[in-house]
């Protein structure tokens, strides 16, 4: 990594949180899960037969650049069995049989009822060959069920409904576990993965077979594929977090980097997902942690590098199986060691590249704040936290207590990504055509400060989509800020010594203490005009004849201070008032002069302007004057309700000349 990037585990760490941002994160991960094993169990029941999901969507193991496809498996009702004393007359029945020529992972399927053709099996008979020792066997010719499919592919027939392509194929299902894989269930695994309860688990589940033969066998048309589905899903299911998007990452890597190189058929998902179980089982678990993200990634990548080399890329659970053949030979070899070696070699720095869902410029993003955020004012954060944080002298023993630098230095960055993200919306809507993708970036700045305190880059965040048009989003995020308020937070006014000692009674860290009980005031510099709602502009050029001292002017004239609690009610009304809400609107309204007569506050100037303004929209003219004298007659110096009174004068010659 370059000096300017941080280094290999903070890398890995800001990856985690960009993967975060592509629907990766846990909650969103088992939320499909569960959707697709519902529509699983719905399908079922609708179709008569058994139907399950497999695959990325199933997994949740895709994004949407991915494009992934949904597998469908359907298993109709014939009987799959490993010994013949189980045979079943009235049920459709086949004996799983091998050879000497029947290679690893791979069976034939031989129809022991051999008196008369049952009816559910009718529509197959003409499927059943002789083998090469007389046995009648399930040839594996394209068992079709649907003749309208928009594609077919191989054993399988392509359909696309209602955004997903769904690729169906027959599976016959076997539940017994299969002799072929039987090592599985007793080699040693020294990092105890998976468990013995999870080996047991896949045991009961049996597998599948699928109508597919092998590539080089003289009988490939009557050979059926060892499937183990069941087991591989779950496993992929007790991935955590770091192993799930460790396999997602190199199927990023493969479609971004290696298939435009060697093609769609030398290296797929499933050897992605080969490599990944095996790595898994055989390291420790401390190393699959999100600051590990890195490395791991890159253990892959050199597992794979060495089945490359060796032509050999075994099945998980039946390791004679080579999944390379046919695949990995000759210049599709030498090409894939090529790109392989050439990821490996750049340590990473091959991520910035990846163009699906975008992850490139969000990383590079991500890795070049801290650069970025040298570039601002360095005054701007550090008059934020002399107005805000440090004002609370009660706290400075507290402060001190607590490795202050260290906890300061953490509420400083959340600081700063919310007034640079701010600063980004407000350059990037000055253009003739609004930049989108720096709008993207300033929004994902402001995320990532929204944690510094109760309502600071929340509710900036809040400001820009209110500018944006983005009704749905500003009230969701003044929602949750509404909920988090509660009578201990400390804004302007401060908070009592008996809520003081309670909260410290909680050992809470100087960044825990921020985030949970403070609301600090929000500021705007003029850099931020663009994206703020525009009552709030004349806020910042407030006029500049005082006789205060150097401080007042330092702090007052450079920003817009806004009381948080009044903001929230503030940006509420706007919200409301453009979708029409006018209980929800007239609510807000009352908060506001609520909250100016009953909590005394230092910036009460700024919020009874601000409160005139929105009198002033709903045509309380007189009432919004009145209200601009009060906060003269508070202030008279450093005010804007000068600025507020003449729009209120042409609001009031507007009204009248509508009158006439």
Same mark, same amino acid.
């Given at each position: 990594m370059t000096s300017n990037i941080p280094?290999?585990?903070?890398?890995?760490?800001?990856?985690?949180?960009?993967?975060?941002?592509?629907?990766?994160?846990?909650?969103?991960?088992?939320?499909?899960?569960?959707?697709?094993?519902?529509?699983?169990?719905?399908?079922?029941?609708?179709?008569?037969?058994?139907?399950?999901?497999?695959?990325?969507?199933?997994?949740?193991?895709?994004?949407?650049?991915?494009?992934?496809?949904?597998?469908?498996?359907?298993?109709?009702?014939?009987?799959?069995?490993?010994?013949?004393?189980?045979?079943?007359?009235?049920?459709?029945?086949?004996?799983?049989?091998n050879d000497e020529h029947t290679p690893p992972g791979y069976v034939k399927l031989q129809w022991v009822n051999t008196h008369q053709p049952w009816p559910d099996f009718m529509q197959y008979v003409e499927r059943l060959k002789m083998d090469r020792y007389g046995r009648t066997v399930l040839s594996n010719d394209h068992h079709y069920a649907e003749r309208d499919a928009d594609e077919y592919n191989g054993p399988a027939f392509t359909i696309n409904f209602k955004g997903y392509t769904y690729d169906n194929v027959l599976g016959l299902r076997l539940n017994e576990w299969p002799d072929q894989a039987s090592l599985w269930l007793t080699r040693k695994r020294r990092h105890n993965w998976p468990s013995h309860e999870t080996i047991r688990l896949i045991q009961e589940m049996g597998a599948l077979l699928v109508p597919v033969g092998h590539k080089l066998s003289q009988e490939q048309h009557l050979e059926w594929r060892l499937s183990i589905s069941f087991g591989e899903e779950l496993l992929v299911w007790l991935f955590n977090s770091t192993q799930?998007?460790?396999?997602?990452?190199?199927?990023?890597?493969?479609?971004?980097?290696?298939?435009?190189?060697?093609?769609?058929?030398?290296?797929?998902?499933?050897?992605?997902?080969?490599?990944?179980?095996?790595?898994?089982?055989?390291?420790? %678990?401390?190393?699959?942690?999100?600051?590990?993200?890195?490395?791991?990634?890159?253990?892959?990548l050199r597992l794979l590098h060495n089945w490359v080399e060796s032509k050999m890329c075994p099945n998980y659970f039946i390791p004679e199986e080579n999944m390379f053949h046919c695949k990995v030979y000759g210049h599709v070899q030498v090409q894939l060691l090529?790109?392989?070696?050439?990821?490996?070699?750049?340590?990473?720095?091959?991520?910035?590249?990846?163009?699906?869902?975008?992850?490139?410029?969000?990383?590079?993003?991500?890795?070049?704040?801290?650069?970025?955020?040298?570039?601002?004012?360095?005054?701007?954060?550090?008059?934020?936290?002399?107005?805000?944080?440090?004002?609370?002298?009660?706290?400075?023993?507290?402060?001190?207590?607590?490795?202050?630098?260290?906890?300061?230095?953490?509420?400083?960055?959340?600081?700063?990504?919310?007034?640079?993200?701010?600063?980004?919306?407000?350059?990037?809507?000055?253009?003739?055509?609004?930049?989108?993708?720096?709008?993207?970036?300033?929004?994902?700045?402001?995320?990532?400060?929204?944690?510094?305190?109760?309502?600071?880059?929340?509710?900036?965040?809040?400001?820009?989509?209110?500018?944006?048009?983005?009704?749905?989003?500003?009230?969701?995020?003044?929602?949750?800020?509404?909920?988090?308020?509660?009578?201990?937070?400390?804004?302007?006014?401060?908070?009592?010594?008996?809520?003081?000692?309670?909260?410290?009674?909680?050992?809470? %860290?100087?960044?825990?203490?921020?985030?949970?009980?403070?609301?600090?005031?929000?500021?705007?510099?003029?850099?931020?005009?663009?994206?703020?709602?525009?009552?709030?502009?004349?806020?910042?050029?407030?006029?500049?004849?005082?006789?205060?001292?150097?401080?007042y002017k330092r702090y007052i004239i450079k920003y817009a201070m806004i009381c948080p609690k009044f903001y929230l009610y503030f940006l509420q009304f706007l919200c409301y008032q453009r979708q029409n809400n006018m209980s929800h609107k007239h609510a807000a309204l009352e908060n506001m002069i609520y909250f100016i007569r009953y909590e005394p506050r230092v910036l009460k100037d700024t919020s009874l302007n601000l409160l005139a303004y929105c009198l002033t929209q709903e045509g309380r003219l007189m009432n919004a004057y009145s209200v601009l004298c009060k906060s003269?007659?508070?202030?008279?110096?450093?005010?804007?309700?000068?600025?507020?009174?003449?729009?209120?004068?042409?609001?009031?010659f507007r009204f009248l000349r509508n009158e006439q």
């Open positions: 280094d290999y585990k903070e890398v890995s760490v800001r990856l985690n949180r960009v993967l975060d941002t592509v629907g990766l994160d846990e909650n969103i991960r088992w939320k499909r899960i569960n959707m697709w094993i519902q529509s699983e169990e719905v399908m079922s029941e609708i179709d008569e037969m058994e139907l399950h999901y497999f695959g990325s969507q199933a997994e949740a193991t895709t994004t949407p650049g991915l494009r992934s496809d949904v597998d469908l498996v359907y298993c109709p009702k014939w009987r799959v069995i490993k010994d013949i004393k189980c045979r079943m007359p009235d049920i459709s029945t086949f004996l799983i049989v799930y998007k460790c396999y997602i990452l190199l199927k990023i890597i493969n479609k971004c980097f290696i298939k435009p190189v060697v093609g769609d058929d030398a290296l797929s998902s499933y050897h992605c997902k080969t490599c990944l179980f095996y790595l898994v089982e055989n390291t420790s %678990s401390a190393i699959w942690q999100p600051k590990n993200l890195l490395l791991c990634v890159d253990l892959c090529s790109v392989l070696g050439n990821l490996l070699r750049q340590e990473g720095r091959y991520l910035v590249g990846i163009s699906c869902d975008n992850i490139g410029q969000k990383l590079v993003m991500a890795c070049q704040a801290p650069v970025m955020e040298l570039q601002l004012q360095s005054q701007d954060v550090s008059e934020i936290l002399r107005i805000s944080i440090l004002e609370h002298r009660r706290l400075n023993r507290y402060f001190s207590s607590r490795e202050p630098r260290r906890e300061i230095k953490t509420i400083l960055w959340k600081l700063r990504c919310s007034i640079l993200g701010s600063k980004l919306a407000s350059t990037s809507l000055s253009l003739e055509t609004p930049d989108q993708h720096g709008l993207d970036m300033a929004q994902e700045l402001l995320l990532w400060g929204s944690s510094s305190d109760v309502a600071y880059g929340k509710l900036k965040l809040a400001a820009l989509y209110v500018v944006l048009d983005n009704l749905d989003m500003s009230r969701d995020v003044l929602r949750e800020i509404q909920n988090n308020y509660n009578y201990k937070i400390s804004d302007e006014g401060g908070m009592s010594q008996h809520t003081l000692q309670a909260i410290l009674n909680e050992n809470l %860290s100087t960044t825990q203490l921020v985030s949970q009980y403070f609301a600090l005031p929000v500021l705007y510099h003029p850099s931020e005009i663009n994206c703020i709602p525009k009552a709030v502009i004349p806020e910042i050029f407030r006029s500049t004849e005082s006789n205060q001292g150097r401080a003269m007659k508070l202030t008279n110096e450093y005010n804007a309700a000068r600025w507020h009174i003449t729009t209120l004068i042409n609001a009031a």
